[in-house]
């Protein structure tokens, strides 16, 4: 195996890239710049490459998006400023650089494809396992490092596919992220071909990403770090490898089925009798689009987990380190996230409501859902039963850990109506929806990302964040989310319909044309209002992000320098070596001899107790 | 930092690093054939009744590849026990057949898979079906044109259905012959290619995708044949690892087809 | 690898002849018109296990792995069944309440 100890690429003031022996050639002076930046089998390189990649990802989300928020509030208004670029790149997709409806559709599908598996995953996922798991366990690196390359390289390749397809005749998918058939097959465009083929690669990355991860926590934990003495963090990015390996593969199997359709002509998903444009569609038919919706939602309700859990584990890291306290409820913790991983497998079919399945099917996919919202209470209740009694440091790391609570609390207690079936036969696709997991994802899981970004980035740099900037940027963030989601519940109660282009300002017409103005079904003024604000609330979201992007590269060279390879003054393996660690990671593997969180120990000199500290 | 467990297993587990990633790759894999099979229960068990095709397939040459895989599994793990016994002309030996085996299935596939493009159902103006592997073309066909013939070598129904079960016991007496149809009957040809019937989508999805698993492991069971032998003079019990995490798949594949040929073949 | 890895060569070629078997045996027990096809299905599906279950064992040698590897194929089999169970189940157009 490896024994060149080339140093990690962010590292300066140590011997960079001096101290090396190379493996039976003389002449061999390390990876040099392919070898340590691109073509790296390093899990912190790596980690370090797909963080900033999903950042970049979650940034063109975010510009499509607000492009879409635009268009509902002034339909047909061209985009300022990104306008003339519309055009030109789109053509008459983006007439005078507005977005035709048809553009607007493939935006929304975008935006959701993007943000979930482009950007969330990778980010809260992959990044941070990559680079803090094998730290936290005590290990010199992935247990597969060059597998740990490979998916990088799937998931680069994905993505390429997604972006390309915005500039092919036709466009992008513009079926929704979920590609529902029928319409996802008739859309007259390529660009579902190369959605399909994109997440074929996606979903191999990710594959392998779990394998790898899952592998590396069962056969590489250092020596005295048992099962129980892992901390929350890895317990939950464990679980979430589990949701990945064994929910992805039949979406994929379903992207195969659906391209064989759009290809091969095959009617997997398209029912006897479809008829296209008026007349028969010349397809065999004796398909389910039914079938698509089960292997969709297969994945799609563990996916929902796997964006949430790893901010958990993140959460619960800042919080213990910053509350000087152990986590109160360790073992409910793990308990419950090995809960939430087996029944999320089993709840799927309550995104179906709609689909005239029979009430004893809907009775046990309900019944199934109201028990996995159980344990995900009993884990944020353990965050805030934590924050009694502590010695809480107002940090911006601990600024977002906290805030998730509540706005991950309102995103969930929101799911509850939507959880029954009664109700959501009313809220089905409507924004209230819309609203209810975008407070779960994005004052939720993106401010743990966040906040995980503030707390490592001195072991990825030895450097501090900016902490004032890191300040504008959490009261930014919150204000702005809010405004921007909270009126999306009111809304969706009043009946606007999710994916129109319009905003629905013209099935708002219609109905109140045919039965007076204000009935129900028609949106009232103050309603449609709202998305004024919402436009306000988005463009101010964006303006705040500036100074975390500033922050986050200018300190990089420039930021205050760390006390110490432990500035935080925590527990955890990754905080006992060097900042940023060497190649191996430890310069001796460390021997574990307590649990993850063992802060304010009676009797101890300091407030925290390292896992790594032999006891007295 | 020594990186452990590559070759020696850990105590506590029982495993090497590379054993437990290809279990866990399997158990996706599982899902992933896990659910195409669903897919298979679903369409099926959605067909309208009688029109779901039986004995499309042919039992023989199917029964031929199941063997061929289940040699080839046995021929893997003597490979495997041939390392571990460090007797490397016997792995050689094994692990040829392997791949000589696994070259062998996807010849017979592809046998099958051209009879099977080689196949029409044809309807006829009189809204009658004929249905028969094409022989030839008449030089001036067209049917767009309503020119030319074209002779199928097959027999005509007078419904749809009747093609469906040929494992029914009047499919016994069905006659076969040369049957030479003017363009001007045809209505429509359509090849039994997986746009036909949606047990023919499923089918073709199916063993493609086992096929290339097919493919996938004969190569890396080839490679570790030729260049990666390198690594038995450095590090035989390594080597040895690689041979046996390559059979796991191996096995697997042939698992698959287990399944895959009762269901598709004989039910 | 674990010390009690010292297989026989003529346990895997029982292994093997008793794949034949079982695969000549699912082929004739096709050809038998049993009462409906359900019954045909779970013959095939039944020998199909069991034949499953002796390359698995024995070949891929998971009789004699530890805990570990059990667990992660354990919940692959249930989830695998419940994506099969729960799927057909759910097209079933069975009512509590008849609306």
Not at chain 1, 345 to 369: D, N, P
Not at chain 2, 31 to 49: I, T
Request: glycine residues 8%; aromatic residues 14%; neutral net charge.
């Amino acid at each position: 195996m490896e024994k060149i100890a080339h140093t990690f690429p962010l590292e300066h003031g140590h011997e960079a890239g001096h101290d090396h022996e190379a493996q039976g050639s003389p002449e061999h002076h390390g990876p040099g710049f392919w070898g340590t930046y691109i073509f790296s089998p390093d899990h912190k390189v790596i980690g370090l490459q797909y963080g900033l990649t999903s950042l970049a990802f979650l940034l063109f989300g975010f510009f499509l998006m607000l492009m879409m928020r635009w268009q509902i509030s002034k339909p047909g208004v061209p985009v300022p400023l990104l306008g003339p670029l519309l055009e030109k790149v789109l053509g008459s997709a983006a007439p005078h650089g507005a977005l035709s409806p048809d553009l607007y559709n493939s935006f929304g599908a975008m935006h959701g494809t993007i943000m979930v598996f482009l950007a969330i995953v990778p980010l809260a996922f992959v990044a941070y396992s990559n680079f803090v798991l094998p730290l936290q366990i005590g290990a010199p690196d992935m247990a597969y490092p060059r597998v740990n390359m490979a998916s990088y390289q799937a998931f680069v390749l994905g993505g390429v596919l997604m972006l390309t397809s915005f500039v092919i005749p036709g466009g992008a998918a513009q079926a929704g992220w979920t590609s529902y058939s029928p319409l996802a097959s008739l859309v007259p465009t390529d660009g579902q071909i190369f959605w399909l083929v994109g997440m074929v690669f996606i979903i191999t990355s990710g594959l392998l990403s779990a394998v790898n991860f899952i592998a590396t926590v069962i056969q590489l934990r250092a020596p005295g770090m048992t099962w129980m003495r892992l901390p929350f963090f890895v317990w939950a990015q464990f679980v979430t490898s589990f949701l990945l390996l064994l929910a992805f593969p039949p979406l994929e199997a379903a992207a195969v089925m659906q391209l064989m359709d759009k290809v091969a002509h095959t009617s997997f998903f398209l029912p006897t009798g479809l008829a296209v444009g008026g007349a028969y569609a010349h397809i065999s038919g004796g398909g389910s689009p039914l079938l698509w919706q089960h292997l969709f939602w297969f994945l799609g309700h563990p996916e929902v987990y796997v964006l949430i859990l790893p901010a958990m584990g993140i959460v619960c890291e800042i919080i213990a380190c910053n509350t000087r306290k152990p986590i109160w409820g360790y073992k409910s913790l793990v308990y419950s996230v090995l809960s939430i991983g087996f029944l999320s497998f089993i709840v799927w079919a309550h995104h179906m409501y709609l689909t005239g399945m029979g009430t004893k099917v809907a009775w046990f996919f309900q019944a199934t859902t109201m028990i996995i919202s159980i344990p995900s209470v009993i884990i944020l209740t353990c965050f805030f039963i934590s924050l009694w009694g502590a010695s809480i440091r107002f940090n911006t790391p601990m600024l977002f850990s906290l805030a998730f609570l509540p706005m991950f609390g309102i995103g969930g207690l929101t799911g509850l109506p939507l959880g029954f079936n009664i109700s959501d036969v009313h809220l089905h696709d409507t924004y209230y929806i819309i609203a209810h997991f975008h407070y779960v994802v994005a004052p939720g899981t993106i401010f743990a990302l966040f906040a995980g970004i503030y707390y490592w980035f001195p072991k990825m740099t030895g450097r501090m964040m900016n902490e004032f900037w890191g300040r504008v940027h959490f009261w930014g963030s919150l204000i702005f989310m809010n405004i921007v989601f909270m009126p999306m519940f009111a809304q969706g109660m009043a009946g606007m319909l999710r994916r129109m282009a319009d905003g629905g300002a013209n099935y708002s017409a219609a109905v109140n044309s045919k039965a007076g103005a204000d009935v129900i079904g028609g949106l009232s003024n103050n309603i449609m209002e709202m998305h004024t604000w919402i436009l306000w609330g988005a463009c101010l979201l964006g303006v705040v992000q500036i100074p975390f992007i500033i922050n986050l590269f200018w300190s990089i060279r420039h930021g205050k320098k760390a006390a110490n390879d432990n500035p935080w003054e925590a527990t955890t393996l990754e905080w006992q070596t060097a900042s940023p660690p060497p190649h191996t990671n430890f310069a001796v593997a460390p021997h574990v001899y307590r649990g993850p969180y063992e802060y304010s120990v009676p009797g101890h000199d300091t407030d925290f107790t390292p896992q790594n500290e032999p006891p007295k | 930092m020594d990186f452990p467990y590559i070759v020696e297993p850990r105590r506590d587990t029982g495993l090497y690093n590379a054993k437990l990633g290809i279990w866990l790759f399997l158990a996706s894999e599982v899902m992933l054939f896990g659910a195409l099979f669903s897919a298979y229960v679903l369409l099926r068990v959605g067909a309208e009744p009688g029109m779901w095709p039986h004995g499309w397939l042919n039992i023989p040459i199917g029964t031929a590849n199941t063997i061929v895989l289940i040699t080839s599994s046995i021929t893997t793990v003597m490979a495997w026990v041939s390392c571990k016994e460090r007797r490397y002309g016997r792995f050689k030996f094994f692990h040829a057949l392997t791949i000589l085996l696994a070259m062998t299935f996807v010849c017979i596939k592809s046998f099958e898979y051209h009879d099977k493009f080689t196949h029409y159902e044809v309807t006829l103006a009189n809204g009658k079906f004929a249905d028969g592997h094409l022989m030839e073309r008449s030089k001036d066909f067209d049917l767009a044109k309503h020119t030319g013939s074209v002779t199928i070598h097959g027999y005509e129904v007078d419904n749809e259905a009747d093609l469906m079960d040929l494992h029914r016991p009047e499919a016994k007496n069905i006659q076969r012959e040369e049957i030479t149809i003017p363009a001007t009957e045809i209505k429509f040809m359509e090849r039994y290619g997986p746009w036909h019937h949606t047990y023919l989508a499923i089918y073709f999805t199916l063993t493609a995708l086992h096929a290339f698993h097919v493919i996938c492991g004969a190569v890396v069971i080839g490679f570790l044949w030729g260049p990666g032998t390198k690594m038995w003079r450095t590090d035989p019990e390594r080597f040895t690892n690689r041979i046996e995490v390559s059979g796991l798949f191996w096995h697997f594949v042939d698992l698959v087809w287990i399944f895959l040929f009762p269901v598709l073949y004989l039910l | 690898m674990s010390s009690h890895e010292t297989h026989s060569v003529r346990g895997y070629i029982f292994v093997f002849l008793a794949l034949i078997a079982g695969t000549v045996l699912t082929v004739w027990a096709s050809f038998i018109r049993f009462g409906s096809a359900e019954i045909n299905i779970a013959v095939a599906l039944t020998i199909a296990t069991v034949k499953a279950f002796l390359v698995v064992a024995y070949f891929m040698h998971l009789i004699s792995e530890r805990k570990m590897i059990y667990l992660v194929m354990g919940f692959t089999a249930f989830f695998f069944a419940a994506l099969m169970g729960l799927t057909v189940w759910s097209l079933q157009p069975n009512s509590l309440i008849h609306i």
